[in-house]
């Protein structure tokens, strides 16, 4: 099994950054692409970027491309979402995911197999 946890969420104003970072733990050997996705109040939980384990191929979500920056430490064990000039709508939990080995990334949510706990993003306006 492999456990995610992931930590730097916050509150911030408009236009403000935060970084957020996901730890793995576990079998960290038997994940390949990882992604973070968000769920916002009363929506459905959404795609934001996704990372090839080699960290060659990367994904944004139109909604957040030119603002947010996904990078992964495979050494470390870690994924990392550096979110700039942050928006109201972009206040949710975000997740950390990771699919087993062998696989690429991919938008869709159930492709990934290990999902973290989850950290609350808050954008005051």
């Known amino acids: 099994q492999v456990q995610l946890v992931e930590s730097g969420g916050g509150l911030v104003q408009a236009g403000g950054s935060l970084r957020l970072s996901c730890a793995a733990s576990?079998?960290?050997?038997?994940?390949?692409?990882m992604a973070w996705f968000r769920q916002a109040p009363g929506k459905e939980r959404e795609f934001v970027s996704a990372?090839?384990?080699?960290?060659?191929?990367?994904d944004y979500a139109d909604s957040v491309k030119g603002r947010f920056s996904i990078s992964r430490d495979n050494a470390q064990g870690r994924v990392y979402l550096q979110m700039n000039s942050l928006k109201p709508e972009d206040t949710a939990i975000y997740y950390c995911?990771?699919?087993?080995?062998?696989?690429?990334?991919?938008?869709?949510?159930?492709?990934?197999?290990?999902w973290g706990q989850g950290t609350q993003v808050t954008v005051s306006s």
């Open positions: 995911v990771a699919t087993k080995a062998g696989r690429t990334i991919s938008r869709v949510r159930n492709q990934y197999d290990y």
């Open positions: 576990g079998r960290t050997f038997d994940t390949a692409a």
């Open positions: 990372i090839s384990r080699s960290g060659i191929n990367i």
